[in-house]
């Protein structure tokens, strides 16, 4: 395949952290718009490949947290952006999101735990903090004994 | 020039679609102002279909909106007869099918479309199911439609027959469709299911026994004509993995029974080690540990701070309760979650004792393919072979092989399933550390049974490629191990599951960890010569291993490090300190 002389066989590293650092800023862009609908779950994927690279510290903390806070609703599920309909996805993403930046008390916490249900909700439940339940990562969104049992470590990219 | 076509400069081109851009976001983002400022007031009219409309016609992903719809929908409903409501919600099945041609594969859409269904005076599954036709033609493996396709199946009481005639049709058709096959297993064992057991209807059922409504195997007879077809798919197109995995079904994948597999004792340490057949949290298992009748209170600790789920574990009996080796004692642990416990004595005048099911009995090491019985499953040998002289480079035949041949004889196919993997990382090396690992992982489980043959506690696996460890909760009770000239990175936290190991060599590996060597009781000489030990502070685990007499680290980075011998002395002090020779 020709395409491999020219395609480099190394990560971009810089690259990539300056692609996603810039992306939150794109407000006047059409398919960023369109994506709103999934906007904390997109928050979250790109904090997490912020962190694997060693770069969290680059995105806005504050400006996120207050993103999640206003996005709680009455009933504790949370929604993708201001002005949804609150959903498990978005719940857990936010949940997930927290645990990142070590900061799950900025939410509800007890209302939070009725929504969940399903294989995200127990995702979610063990984040909060359920001992009942199996200690989940939150970058991997696995269990821990699993990334255990397959060596699977998070300093991947350095 | 004349006859030259005048075309836009890029730049301009550019200008015009970033203003077209622009436009669009602008008109995006005022309905979608509107919507959710309507929705804030509570307003439930016909302005809010048509905005709700407008976005989801482009955007039929953004949920909440298909939210507000509804709530509007439950609205006009009060206000409208029977025919209307009826006309009202087939208007909203033909938009829905618009917003699918969209995004065939909207989580909002099908949803939506199940609502209205039960919305709806009169469905018609008829179409609906024609409708899952339609979608399934463009995109067989759209896993929304077969979702929606077994509500619709459910629904209007499409049978099983039907269904599995369907599967047919596909199959038939085209080969390669894996979601056919994968409902064709679901629906055989409701049509064909495997009778239970005799012994089970006349006996009360054991509180061990899995409470199972059906079975999900099928009865043989079927069984047999599913592999004919199987057959067929795999000779007509070796490539498509679809029918391979759908053969792997078949074959059967076996169930390992919830036990205690192994309990050790120690009498010098006072401790207590187990494993279980499978990862567990001991302090929800509900364990008892009973010492000549009595029972113990004891703490369960995990064999490594980062295996908070693990196959073994251990506690430490009260002190004196069996350090005199005079006295006889007898053990049980009790599983009480599963209603199992395992016995072991500890007789006058041995040091420690175990209980242990060998691998063999515990059938281990077979549980990938072996719910069929030898024959049937020599008889598929043969035919993947057939295949296989006509098709010698196909990856899937030649993994298929050695999985069956791992079920009917691990051992006596040694040598042939060893050069099957050579063949199979030269043909698909893109996977060549799957089969690295996965050979590693059969030369494992090999080496376990040929040690319990022998009788011994050695387990020696040296030159033989290791790429990977595994099944370390196995060699609970070795004493000396060899991992010589093969590809190990890292001794993981699962290797301090050796609690009964005293000589460990892993020379001429890659090794850069050695998280797994902590508190290994028994551990005295260890030999890592050139490996890839970088740094002193990739030997801090050892400290924790008390017995060391002897650590030989020539030809590893770290043997470099400036003052090594007085680095270690202060690292590891009991090692240094008793006249030990650490090299």
Known sequence: MTATLFSPNTLLLDKHADYIAAYGSKKDDYEYTLSEYLRMSGIYWGLTVMDLMGQLSRMNREEIIEFIKSCQHDCGGISASTGHDPHLLYTLSAVQILSLYDSINVIDVDKVVDPFHTLFGVAGLSLLGDEQIKPVNPVFCMPEDVLQRIGLQPDLLN | ?583
């Open chain 2, 1 to 583: 020039m004349h006859g030259r076509v005048k075309v836009k400069s890029t730049a301009q081109q550019e200008e015009e679609k970033r203003k077209e851009r622009e436009k669009k976001l602008k008109a995006f983002v005022s309905a979608r102002d509107a919507v959710l400022r309507k929705r804030s007031a509570g307003e439930h009219d016909e302005e809010a279909l048509q905005l709700t409309q407008q976005l989801l016609s482009s955007n039929p992903d953004f949920a909440t909106l298909w939210n507000y719809r509804r709530e509007v929908l439950l609205q006009l409903e009060t206000s409208r007869e029977k025919d209307e409501v009826q006309k009202l919600y087939e208007s909203e099945l033909h938009f829905i099918e618009a917003c699918l041609k969209v995004n065939p594969k909207s989580y909002g859409c099908w949803h939506h479309r199940s609502w209205v269904n039960t919305r709806l005076p009169q469905p018609d599954w008829t179409r609906e199911l024609g409708l899952c036709d339609r979608c399934l033609s463009l995109d067989e493996r759209n896993f929304h439609c077969w979702d929606y396709r077994r509500v619709v199946v459910k629904e209007s009481g499409v049978s099983v027959e039907q269904e599995l005639q369907f599967t047919d049709r596909l199959i038939g058709s085209n080969f390669s469709n894996y979601s056919s096959w994968h409902y064709r297993s679901t629906l055989l064992p409701q049509l064909h299911p495997q009778p239970a057991p005799d012994s089970a209807s006349n006996t009360s059922p054991s509180p061990t026994a899995s409470p199972q409504i059906h079975s999900h195997r099928v009865c043989e007879e079927q069984l047999l004509k599913e592999y004919e077809l199987a057959h067929n798919a795999f000779f007509t197109d070796p490539n498509d993995q679809s029918a391979w995995f759908y053969y792997r079904w078949l074959l059967g994948r076996a169930e390992r029974e919830e036990m205690i597999s192994c309990v050790y004792v120690s009498r010098e340490r006072e401790r207590v080690s187990v494993a279980f057949s499978k990862p567990v949290h001991a302090q929800s298992e509900g364990l008892m540990l009973v010492l000549d009748g009595q029972p113990q209170q004891v703490e369960w600790r995990s064999t490594h701070p980062r295996l908070r789920h693990s196959p073994v574990w251990l506690c430490d009996l009260p002190p004196g309760s069996v350090s005199d080796i005079s006295n006889e004692h007898n053990l049980t642990v009790h599983w009480t979650e599963k209603y199992t416990h395992r016995d072991c004595a500890l007789y006058t005048g041995c040091a420690e004792s175990w209980c242990r099911d060998s691998a063999t009995d515990q059938e281990l090491f077979r549980s990938e393919l072996s719910v069929e019985k030898s024959s049937v499953l020599q008889a598929e040998l043969q035919s993947c072979n057939q295949l296989l002289e006509l098709e010698p480079q196909n990856k899937w035949c030649l993994l298929t092989i050695i999985l069956l041949m791992r079920a009917l004889d691990p051992l006596g196919h040694e040598k042939e399933t060893l050069a099957h993997f050579q063949t199979l990382k030269e043909v698909d090396p893109m996977r060549s550390s799957y089969y690295s690992d996965l050979c590693s992982k059969f030369l494992i489980e090999n080496t376990i049974l040929k040690m319990e043959y022998a009788e011994v506690r050695v387990f020696s696996l040296s030159n033989k490629n290791l790429t990977t460890l595994c099944h370390l909760d196995q060699l609970l009770l070795v004493t000396h191990i060899n991992l010589s000239s093969n590809q190990l990175l890292r001794l993981p936290p699962q290797f301090a599951m050796l609690q009964c190991l005293e000589v460990l060599e892993a020379d001429d590996n890659a090794i850069e960890s050695l998280e797994g060597l902590y508190h290994l009781p028994k551990l005295e000489e260890v030999s890592l010569r050139n490996n890839q030990i970088c740094k002193l502070s990739d030997l801090e685990s050892l400290a924790s291993c008390t017995k060391l007499t002897r650590l030989d680290l020539r030809g590893n980075p770290v043997h470099k490090t400036a003052n090594i011998d007085s680095e270690l002395s202060q690292l590891l002090p009991l090692l240094c300190k008793s006249q030990a020779f650490v090299v």
